[in-house]
């Protein structure tokens, strides 16, 4: 019995209104401080811009990775359980109700007259229901007493049942879509083919160009694509720019950022000992030599200021290349050149050729999008029902002589602050 | 370029009589001041509309997609809503607490930079325009509310005050329709999140990241989502529902203004991790 007590009381905590909104005050708080401190970073990134105490307590507490922490699932689990509660215990309460009738004597009163002068009391209650813009009449008898009623908008007592069914589907299938995540990148210049992990796909960028608007602004870039699958037959090919993602089964190819590459000869003395693309950022690397030369940026339309390299404009009108050299881990050398100028360090020689623009392409397959959309529909839907259709009823109650209306007999709009919408009772 | 510039300047000197207008009001207590002041912030919409028009012309796209444009239209939406609350429930004193977010929101506009630039890759879609202009809507919705609250709060503490009580509503009118603003903001900012994730699921992979952006929107829409229910709770319907009110547009503000200036995310396009995110 007192077993049976305990449940009922936790039963009730996680349905309770109140739960559900400290579940989502917490959740808001977090995720201020999420905002607030910059999300999966490195431990050392902390350490460089924050004071040790505020280091120790953002590792300690999982601030740096808030959004993926146990304890921010677990908060948005047991926000589950409270709308799934809220939702499945209330739905009875609600279907009985939008079907049933309720009102109250007290403070929906409209007139009471006596029907002895009245011929036919059935016709003058229709009448008067009618002039309130209420159409189907239905009747039950109450002992001595006969009800006619009628009701109007009662879809409007499910709004807040849909928005938390709504808000329920779009945290699940988030969740999982978050879960059975796929995410993967794939760059290259035009003519590149890269594996999309283990997909059993490649993807062969056949060519990326940008379009330049006026005052050379960037207008668009776009990448054409083709997979091809494992014996390297295609399978799909497309076009895809920003906003507009290519799609093949499930996973989405995504226009996302874009950079320079060029081609780099490395010689010791007059023996070539490396051959390959280089990417802007990215470092060639001669581990049985010790050295190394990273390609730090390139500057398309190259000037030197007062202030320091820069560029002109995004087109290749005089480009430089700045690099440095490291040697045994240090670095040795740093300048810009020209592509095709050769770079001497010692006894070896770098050239580097052939700049070209290349495509970065995300590529994610998140089951559950449509499931979310629905979830957000009912969410919307939900909304417009518990603010915009408010339930009305008018009741009239013949007792002997007597004729009691009472209800909401008001043209719609006119009684402004007499009723307020239920709203999202939970 | 030049008709925007005066049309700006002209609503703003508009807007900036019609809430002395309104202060006199409130202060000296006269009536013919409101009025006025109603006149002129009319005159000011006209001239911000006519502002707003002429630069969607040259621009060829709805004037939605920087600081500049959103702020100015985010103050249009403050505007348009100002003037329905007004005619719809013949609040005089309303302009003396809704005008001086009006003016904020416009000289932050009048601080940016007015250059039209071509969109960026990014902003070339079609759900910019559900998207911002719901935002602006929501906004200007809850303006009102957050104005229509502090005109509750004073209400409160000046129950004997013979002028207040002459022009403001009771406290149940004042808390119905501070509801009801809300109820219409958060619709507008439901859409306005749906819209963004569709959006944003098309340009960068994701619908939800948890960009300081919509985690802000999420912040927002949890503060009203609260204090929609906790107006249902007994003690909560009357002042403290208020401060919840005036606080959701406390983070209206940040998340406009704030996130774009002071956290980066997607929506402060920076350059990210040495590529040049498109």
């Known amino acids: 019995m007192q077993e049976d007590m305990s449940f009922k009381n936790l039963i009730s905590l996680f349905r309770s209104m109140r739960f559900g909104l400290t579940l989502l005050g917490i959740l808001g708080v977090l995720a201020v401080i999420g905002s607030t401190i910059p999300q999966g970073q490195s431990e050392a990134f902390y350490r460089m811009n924050y004071s040790e105490g505020r280091v120790r307590l953002i590792m300690a507490l999982g601030f740096n990775n808030i959004y993926t922490s146990l304890y921010f699932k677990s908060l948005f689990m047991a926000l589950c359980i409270n709308l799934t509660l809220c939702s499945i215990l209330r739905f009875k309460d609600i279907l009985k109700k939008a079907n049933g009738l309720s009102y109250s004597k007290e403070e929906e009163k409209i007139e009471s007259l006596s029907i002895k002068g009245i011929e036919k009391p059935d016709a003058f209650i229709k009448e008067k229901f009618n002039s309130w813009g209420y159409g189907q009449i239905k009747t039950r008898q109450e002992g001595q007493r006969t009800v006619f009623y009628s009701k109007r908008l009662s879809i409007g007592y499910f709004g807040s049942w849909l928005i938390h069914l709504g808000l329920l589907i779009v945290i699940i299938a988030y969740s999982y879509g978050q879960y059975s995540n796929f995410s993967a990148a794939v760059y290259g210049i035009p003519g590149a083919v890269e594996e999309i992990g283990d997909t059993g796909l490649s993807a062969a960028i056949r060519d990326f160009r940008i379009e330049f608007g006026a005052g050379e602004t960037i207008n668009q870039y776009y990448t054409e694509l083709e997979l091809l699958d494992q014996e390297g037959i295609p399978v799909a090919s497309g076009l895809l720019y920003v906003n507009n993602p290519f799609r093949y089964k499930g996973y989405s190819f995504y226009q996302t950022a874009t950079g320079w590459a060029a081609g780099i000869k490395a010689f010791k003395g007059n023996a070539a000992i490396g051959d390959q693309l280089l990417y802007e950022g990215t470092t060639y690397i001669d581990e049985a030599e010790g050295i190394a030369l990273q390609f730090n940026k390139l500057y398309p339309d190259y000037i030197n200021t007062s202030s320091g390299m820069s560029t002109v404009s995004q087109l290749p009108n005089n480009p430089k290349i700045l690099y440095s050299i490291f040697y045994q881990g240090s670095r040795v050398d740093m300048n810009v050149v020209s592509p095709g100028e050769i770079i001497n360090w010692q006894e070896y020689q770098f050239a580097l050729d052939n700049i070209n623009r290349y495509t970065y392409l995300q590529v994610n397959k998140m089951p559950g999008k449509a499931a979310a959309l629905s979830g957000a529909l009912l969410i919307m839907v939900g909304l417009y029902f518990a603010f915009y259709l408010k339930p009305r009823h008018v009741v009239a109650v013949v007792e002997g002589h007597s004729l009691s209306f009472y209800g909401h007999a008001a043209v719609r709009g006119k009684n402004v602050f007499n009723s307020v919408n239920t709203g999202l009772g939970g | ?278």
């Open chain 2, 1 to 278: 370029m030049m008709l925007e510039n005066q049309s700006f300047n002209f609503a703003l000197a508009l807007y900036i009589f019609s809430l002395v207008g309104y202060l006199c009001f409130f202060t000296l207590r006269k009536e013919k001041y409101a009025v006025y002041g109603s006149m002129l912030v009319k005159f000011g919409f006209l001239f911000h509309t006519l502002s707003l028009a002429t630069r969607a012309v040259e621009a060829s796209r709805l004037p939605l997609s920087n600081q500049y444009e959103f702020a100015n239209s985010f103050a249009w939406g403050i505007a348009f809503s100002f003037i329905a609350f007004e005619w719809r429930y013949k609040l005089k004193l309303l302009g003396s607490f809704v005008l001086p977010l009006l003016l904020l929101v416009a000289f932050y506009a009048a601080m940016q930079s007015k250059e039209i630039m071509p969109l960026m890759p990014a902003l070339q879609s079609k759900w910019i325009v559900v998207h911002v202009s719901t935002a602006v809507f929501s906004y200007g919705a809850f303006a009102i509310a957050c104005g229509v609250s502090i005109m509750y709060i004073i209400r409160d503490r000046l129950r004997e005050d013979r002028f207040i009580n002459k022009h403001l509503p009771n406290l149940r009118v004042l808390d119905i329709i501070s509801y009801r603003a809300i109820a219409l903001g958060f619709i507008m900012l439901t859409v306005v999140i749906v819209s963004g994730a569709i959006w944003a699921e098309r340009a960068w992979g994701r619908y939800w990241q948890w960009d300081p952006k919509e985690t802000w929107s999420f912040i927002t829409w949890i503060i009203y989502a609260i204090y929609l229910h906790v107006r249902l709770t007994k003690g909560w319907k009357d002042k403290k529902a208020a401060w919840f009110a005036v606080l959701g547009f406390v983070s209206i503000i940040f998340t406009y203004i704030g996130v774009n200036t002071l956290l980066v995310g997607y929506h402060s396009y920076a350059i990210f991790l040495g590529f040049r995110w498109v």
